[in-house]
């Protein structure tokens, strides 16, 4: 029985030891996989907007076909600068949010640990203080006795 105690206590324990961690863990790998998805989803984009205009310069065939194609890749260039600009602010607010997520998950840890300081400093004092009561009330009887 009491084997199943200790055990019990340590499970409890390595649990709570271990639950900071996996929640950091599932954190930084939602991070990833949402830095991922956005950074691929950017790729395509860019991608693809490269192959049409190298399909685009591929069918110039005369001078107000170029006029055209450059005067269309000026219009390119611009959406694209806005493009980019978009997609470092989306960056930037993913970012944003698992800093956020972070201290949440730090604070929430410190805030348990310090909980469980206090707890063990409390029970740790309980049986010292009530040992040190039964000393001196012993001291006193030896005392009285000696008179």
């Known amino acids: 029985m009491q084997q199943d105690q200790m055990f019990n206590a340590f499970t409890d324990q390595t649990r709570n030891f271990f639950e900071p961690m996996r929640?950091?863990?599932?954190?930084m790998l939602d991070n990833m996989e949402k830095m991922t998805q956005y950074q691929l989803e950017s790729m395509?984009?860019?991608?693809?907007?490269?192959?049409e205009r190298m399909r685009a310069a591929s069918e110039i065939r005369d001078?107000?076909?170029m006029r055209d194609f450059t005067q269309r890749q000026t219009e390119i260039m611009n959406?694209?600068?806005?493009?980019m600009?978009?997609?470092?602010r989306?960056?930037?607010e993913l970012s944003m949010a698992f800093k956020n997520e972070l201290e949440s998950v730090f604070n929430e840890a410190s805030q348990k640990a310090a909980n469980q300081a206090s707890e063990a400093t409390k029970a740790a004092a309980e049986p010292a203080k009530s040992a040190?009561?039964?000393s001196r009330g012993g001291n006193k009887s030896d005392a009285s006795k000696s008179s």
Do not use: H, P, V
């Not at 395509?44 to 192959?51: A, F, I, V």
């Not at 959406?79 to 493009?83: K, N, R, T, V, Y």
């Not at 600009?85 to 470092?88: N, S, T, V």
């Open 85 to 88: 600009l978009e997609d470092a």
């Open 23 to 27: 929640k950091l863990n599932g954190l």
């Open 63 to 65: 001078g107000e076909d």
């Open 79 to 83: 959406e694209l600068s806005q493009q």
């Open 132 to 134: 040190s009561q039964s």
């Open 90 to 92: 989306a960056m930037t």
């Open 44 to 51: 395509k984009r860019y991608s693809q907007l490269g192959t």
